[in-house]
């Protein structure tokens, strides 16, 4: 049998270095573990507009259909600010969510212990918060039509449409019950069903997904009351499943409960593939941070917990998902910080391949 493929698309700015201490992370598995992988790389974002005038090749999309995964850096630089909205760096990145038609998006909010001081919130309200946010990611308000500003009368008038079919719902909650059924079996689902009809729409469906998994014990909870309950009390939540515009606003909100954007990554799973595995893209929630580029300063631990959740999700490697993970958590008990995470005593400032040093040797 073939080895898994992964696709790395490193793209700008601190994309390709904190990208390289993850393909030695993936090395690594390789030696050690005996884990190996099929690795490509390729142009996106800016890196791409440069070299093709697109910021994304139709042979690079073609490749990302044909992997296991995806792994992204970032993309984006002021350098682009010019261009024309259609070959904006960020249009690679789009483009590469809707033809892999991404519709779960798993955003993690999860707090190490040694960071719970860098938290908004309490130190006991934080300390072991592990939640997993998914955010339908390819319908909704951001898609529906009619949308567009308009002429009424002698003023205009700014449109979008909040809109949702059953089949949507249905997929992105049965994605958050599968995560349900391997974490805590708990889900919190968060729609607006009290002034929406596709919030009333939304429960509905979940709650006849429900059905199939009478495991999970499912909650609702409107999204105003979760923004509350999120900075309340956020060790409530296990899963949480919600829409693209509320699961935007909530997973920022629960992201920065645990501190810095250096530490957040995600997955975007899809359907399917013939061989059983999610269509699947694993990035860092952070930008490409151009006012850090080049200076060693950027923090790769999003971009390889985003690997360890590729580990999990797409290669079925549970255990050493855990693994990496086990050995960030102890990197950071150690008091190894980059730059972003600064600020305490007793703490050792290393810079990005520092990092990646630190992280292969726990
Ligand atoms: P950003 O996430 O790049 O940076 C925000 C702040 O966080 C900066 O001060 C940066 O230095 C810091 N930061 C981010 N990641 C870090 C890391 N790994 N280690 C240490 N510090 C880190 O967001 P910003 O500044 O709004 O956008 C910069 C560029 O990135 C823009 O072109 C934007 O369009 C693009 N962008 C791309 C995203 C993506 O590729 N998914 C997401 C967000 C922004
Ligand atoms: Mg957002």
Redesign the pocket.
Known sequence: MSNPSILILP?????PE?MTQVTRIIDWYGNKRDLKFDVSTDLV?GAAYDAHGVPLHDDTMAKAMNVDAVL???????K??DLDFSVK??RG?LRLRKEMDLFSNLRPAQCFDALADFSSLKKELVAGLDIMIVRELTSGVYFGEPRGIFNEGNERVGINTQRYTESEIERVARSAFELAMVRSKKLCSMEKANVMESGILWREVVTRVHADYPEVELSHMYADNGAMQLVRAPKQFDVIVTDNLFGDILSDCAAMLTG???MLPSASLGAPMDNGRPRAMY??????????TGQA???????ILSFAMALRYSFNEGAEATRLETAIEAVLAEGVR???LLGEEGVTPVTTSGMGDAILAA
Do not use: R
């Open positions: 793209g700008d700015g601190i994309g904190v974002g992204l850096g970032a993309v984006g630089s002021p682009y600010d760096p960020e990145l810095s954007l250096g990035e860092p929630v952070h930008g490409s941070a151009p006012d850090i300063k950027a923090n790769p631990i999003a971009c980059t730059a972003d």
